[in-house]
């Protein structure tokens, strides 16, 4: 069974960054592509962006919004993914899950509140 | 970027109902859709991928059509536990954006 577990969110000043962790198990972690999703309090989803296996290029996509600010990493040695987040907004407040790449499995969700 | 529009943005329905959910892409995305079904305060869940296809463990009642640039969610006969949010989103090409969700309330 998939378990994606996501830690790291918490409450961040504007401009300030944070970065989001996801652990993985249950998964040959090396090989899967992962994506992170964003929701904002009583909104809809929002893809943020995904990350690619290594052997598939390890190349990233972002969505627009967060282009330039945010960065998608991975350690394949700790079956663990990341969000950096720089440069934060109020408009980044929201509930992030890590996924699996095409959004099969999805961890619990962190919240990321960006208010001074 | 693709933009994924959804309609209605919310619908009431009784139990037993046979309702379908439209979802219309900007662009062609051939069929590289998929639907999630969102409950309050839960994780969203992949029901439908590749337009038609049942992730594992989803009921027959819900089924996917479609291709090009309009898609459809159907649910034949409405069950209580279907009350949620559905989003439809495009895996065609990055950004692979979402729908903004449709809310199916009991009627």
């Known amino acids: 069974e998939v378990q994606l577990v996501e830690s790291g969110g918490g409450l961040v000043k504007p401009g300030g960054s944070l970065r989001l962790s996801c652990a993985a198990s249950?998964?040959?972690?090396?090989?899967?592509?992962m994506s992170w999703v964003r929701q904002a309090p009583g909104k809809g989803l929002e893809w943020v962006g995904r990350i690619k296996s290594k052997s598939d290029g390890g190349t990233t996509d972002y969505a627009a919004p967060v282009k330039g600010r945010f960065t998608i990493s991975r350690d394949d040695s700790k079956n663990t993914l990341y969000l950096q987040m720089d440069t934060l907004k109020t408009e980044d407040t929201a509930v992030y899950y890590c996924?699996?790449?095409?959004?099969?499995?999805w961890g619990q969700g962190t919240l990321v509140t960006v208010s001074s | 970027d693709i933009q994924m529009t959804q309609s209605p943005s919310s619908l009431s329905a009784s139990v037993g109902d046979r309702v379908t959910i439209t979802c219309r892409a900007s662009?062609?995305?051939?069929?590289?859709s998929n639907w999630f079904q969102q409950k309050p305060g839960k994780v969203p869940k992949l029901l439908i991928y590749?337009?038609?296809t049942l992730q594992s463990g989803v009921p027959s009642r819900f089924s996917g059509s479609g291709s090009g640039t309009d898609f459809t969610l159907t649910i034949s006969s409405l069950q209580p536990e279907d009350f949620a949010t559905y989003y439809c989103q495009q895996s065609y090409s990055p950004p692979y954006t979402f729908g903004q969700g449709t809310k199916l309330e009991i009627k």
């Open positions: 590749g337009t038609s």
């Open positions: 249950g998964l040959t972690f090396i090989n899967a592509w």
């Open positions: 996924a699996t790449g095409a959004l099969w499995d």
């Open positions: 662009q062609s995305i051939s069929r590289y």
